[in-house]
């Protein structure tokens, strides 16, 4: 499978426990997003990355969120002290922008974290 | 800011009757706008977008700046059809994406 790979599928932690997601892009992809989805809404955007640099970065995010993409691959997010409402489904998404236009994305399966 | 404003969380359609999807969005820069659609147990994909000016599985979208819509559009909806529609805003000069809360479309039998 050449799409976008993320890891694991599905996480149960206990509140005040630290998380970490992997993302490995399609390969040819040097922009990467990460995406928080609850039930009943759209991806909401968290942070992107174009090669390793993290470019931006929602005010959404607390400090306790972190993301890396330290060899311009994959990408790492990482929740400390999860808390409940953390619980939701983690997208990662990669794209590649041509000259004229934005990029298409293509996303992941997600990771449904679920803090109890 | 942006922002993209699905106002229907669910619509249910006949097989055959036309289906609009409606997306209506508030950007002051040179939007893009896109329709990502999600089926049943699939990841979330790109169905199209307004720069492509195209046609994918009989779906069509028109990018109107006067009323600042992008609404989805087929003539005539197919049983698989049924999905979870996204309409998502982007542009040349940003970096993220914004989507919608979604339609969550029915096309029954």
């Known amino acids: 499978d050449t799409g976008v790979s993320q890891n694991p599928r599905h996480k149960i932690t206990k509140r005040g426990q630290n998380v970490t997601f992997r993302c490995d892009p399609i390969?040819?992809?040097?922009?990467l997003y990460w995406y928080r989805q609850t039930l009943g809404q759209g991806p909401e955007f968290l942070t992107y990355?174009?090669?390793?640099?993290?470019?931006?970065k929602s005010r959404l995010l607390s400090d306790r969120f972190s993301a890396e993409r330290p060899k311009g691959s994959f990408s790492t997010l990482e929740i400390q002290r999860t808390e409940q409402g953390d619980s939701a489904m983690y997208l990662c998404?990669?794209?590649?922008?041509?000259?004229?236009?934005?990029?298409?994305?293509?996303f992941g399966s997600g990771t449904q974290l679920s803090v109890l | 800011a942006q922002r993209v404003t699905q106002p229907e969380k669910l619509l249910s359609v006949f097989k055959g009757a036309p289906v609009e999807l409606k997306c209506n969005y508030s950007?002051?820069?040179?939007?893009?706008l896109f329709w990502y659609v999600q089926y049943s147990r699939q990841r979330l994909q790109l169905l199209l977008r307004?720069?492509s000016r195209e046609s994918i599985k009989g779906f069509t979208a028109d990018l109107n700046k006067g009323e600042t819509s992008f609404h989805l559009k087929k003539p005539f909806a197919q049983e698989e059809d049924s999905a979870m529609y996204y309409c998502?805003?982007?542009?040349?000069?940003?970096?993220?994406?914004?989507f919608g809360a979604g339609t969550r479309l029915t096309v029954k039998p």
């Open positions: 998404a990669s794209g590649s922008r041509d000259r004229e236009t934005n990029e298409k994305l293509f």
């Open positions: 390969s040819e992809h040097n922009r």
């Open positions: 990355f174009q090669n390793e640099a993290q470019l931006e």
């Open positions: 950007y002051s820069g040179s939007p893009e």
């Open positions: 307004h720069i």
């Open positions: 998502a805003l982007s542009d040349l000069g940003n970096n993220d994406m914004r």
